[in-house]
């Protein structure tokens, strides 16, 4: 049987992408582990799916001063031993990685053993542990056209990212029953309300009162940030976090709100959802959520707005002109070639 080991962790995006390659990857013959942290999130998540899991020791490699920079070096050399012992033991046929810090070891590893890899770059620039692993790389699997000329030629495919299957299989009567909502009035998503999302929970709610004389809100704000002053709002409903269920909710979505994180905007467009981007400033993050956006600004799958220049006022005047435009979204984004990304990475990984 064919071997294969997946990496990627540190955040759900580095992980997701894996699990959404799973059914696949068992479909074509291939015997799946994972390597990631000890107590990583992609531990957790991978744990649904019983695959065999090696944990390895990891360290952040930083660009600013911090007194970790000097013991993290030893715990990404622990991790390179614990990783290569790990590969020796498997014997796979390939490395597929999906990016994070632990993956650094992980391909290094691979790649002193002869062990080909492939790897992912979500964000239009590569990342710190990216550009490390990519001099090793058979293949470099990429989201954004743009991306294609800041890698090797001869390594670089423009992919998008592997969208979980689920997600195209909700239905809105039960995503609008889920909610209390009917048919009405459109419905708007906010999504992406984890960490570094606040300034977004409140400029929703702020603007509210506007965007109810139109629209049904669904918001899914963050673990912990729940307005309980607005429970039973009509017309409003917030979730902390959704599992099973989000499809339903995806379904039910007219245009959404979203920060611009990689793998959030990949599934906007896989699922032709028109969205206002509201990505993080450069201060709060090294740029790439105001790259993302832009890229695809430009390619006319998204309206951006910075959060500098958002009121309630504004938000609410947005919402209503893309809504009113949804069309014209919905068409650039059906006409993308970014949206078979599974099957191109199969086949990536079968012609190494």
């Not at 632990?102 to 550009?131: Q, Y």
């Not at 709002?233 to 269920?245: A, N």
């Not at 201060?283 to 951006?304: F, I, K, P």
Request: a positive charge; glycine letters at 8%; proline letters at 5%.
């Amino acid at each position: 049987m064919k071997k294969i080991v997946l990496t990627g962790g540190g955040t759900a995006g580095h992980v997701t992408p894996n699990i959404a390659l799973l059914p696949h990857l068992k479909e074509a013959g291939y015997e799946v582990s994972y390597i990631g942290s000890y107590d990583g999130i992609e531990k957790k998540l991978i744990g649904d799916f019983g695959l065999p899991y090696y944990g390895i020791s990891t360290g952040k490699l930083r660009r600013y001063f911090s007194w970790k920079n000097f013991s993290d070096p030893f715990r990404v050399l622990k991790g390179f031993s614990e990783a290569k012992k790990a590969l020796k033991e498997i014997r796979p046929d390939v490395v597929f990685s999906k990016g994070g810090f632990v993956s650094v070891p992980v391909v290094r590893a691979a790649a002193s053993l002869h062990i080909p890899c492939i790897i992912h770059e979500c964000d239009m620039t590569p990342g710190l542990a990216n550009k490390l692993c990519i001099p090793v790389a058979q293949k470099v699997c990429c989201n954004f056209p743009e991306t294609v000329s800041m890698l090797p030629a001869d390594k670089a495919v423009l992919t998008g990212t592997p969208i979980r299957e689920e997600l195209f299989q909700g239905d809105r009567a039960k995503g609008l029953t889920l909610c209390g909502f009917t048919n009405e009035k459109p419905v708007i998503m906010v999504i992406g309300g984890s960490l570094g999302a606040v300034h977004v929970n409140d400029l929703v709610r702020a603007a509210l009162p506007r965007l109810l004389k139109d629209f049904q809100v669904v918001h899914l704000c963050g673990n912990g940030k729940l307005d309980e002053t607005l429970t039973g709002t009509p017309g409003y409903i917030q979730f902390e976090y959704v599992k099973e269920d989000l499809k339903h909710l995806f379904a039910a979505a007219d245009v959404v709100i979203s920060r611009a994180g990689a793998n959030a905007i990949c599934e906007l467009l896989a699922l032709k959802k028109p969205n206002l981007l509201i990505p993080l400033p450069a201060n709060a993050s090294r740029g790439d959520q105001l790259l993302n956006a832009r890229s695809y600004e430009a390619q006319g799958y998204s309206v951006v707005k910075e959060e500098s220049e958002l009121t309630p006022d504004i938000l609410a005047d947005t919402m209503r002109a893309l809504y009113r435009d949804r069309d014209s979204y919905v068409s650039a984004m059906a006409k993308s070639t970014q949206t078979e990304a599974i099957s191109t990475i199969m086949g990536l990984i079968t012609q190494v």
